[in-house]
């Protein structure tokens, strides 16, 4: 599916919708998408039967600063490029079945308020980079599959 450039909120939650997370794919030739980007900053598609993951290219929303994903079918693990949606404020992935280690680009998001892994399969030990996370106001990482020590930087946190 293609969202118009313009457009800044979507919410589609509580359906039945099935199928992936959408993400805009550019026309064979088109780089526009690297020159114009989407104007899309809220993307509520909780509470559906959405299966597959967080497409790689998903960086391309970089005005997004709400993605709420909560309680569908997701898998895999959460990309890379989650850390280049640099004013991303809140992040719902709870209730799914994510899998893997946290990508260490999550600690990038200076701008987080709101993160919510509750109830996936992510597994790993918890990185010391979670102390970077200084606006963090609710960070939900529980009933997960996480190991080893607490990480200093939860201390840290200044919220």
Avoid: C
């Amino acid at each position: 599916p293609r969202f118009g450039r313009r457009m800044r909120y979507l919410y589609l939650n509580k359906n039945m919708l099935t199928g992936r997370v959408p993400v805009p794919e550019p026309a064979d030739g088109d780089e526009s998408l690297k020159d114009d980007p989407y104007a899309l900053a809220h993307l509520w598609l909780d509470r559906n039967r959405l299966s597959g993951g967080i497409p790689d290219n998903f960086s391309v929303y970089t005005e997004l600063e709400s993605l709420i994903l909560h309680n569908n079918s997701l898998s895999s693990s959460l990309p890379e490029s989650i850390g280049a949606l640099s004013k991303l404020r809140y992040l719902d992935v709870s209730f799914n079945g994510l899998m893997g280690t946290l990508p260490e680009t999550i600690y990038e998001l200076s701008s987080l308020g709101h993160l919510y892994l509750t109830s996936n399969s992510l597994s790993g030990t918890l990185s010391s980079g979670v102390g970077k996370l200084q606006d963090i106001e609710y960070l939900w990482l529980d009933f997960n599959k996480f190991v080893g020590t607490l990480p200093g930087g939860v201390t840290t946190l200044s919220h």
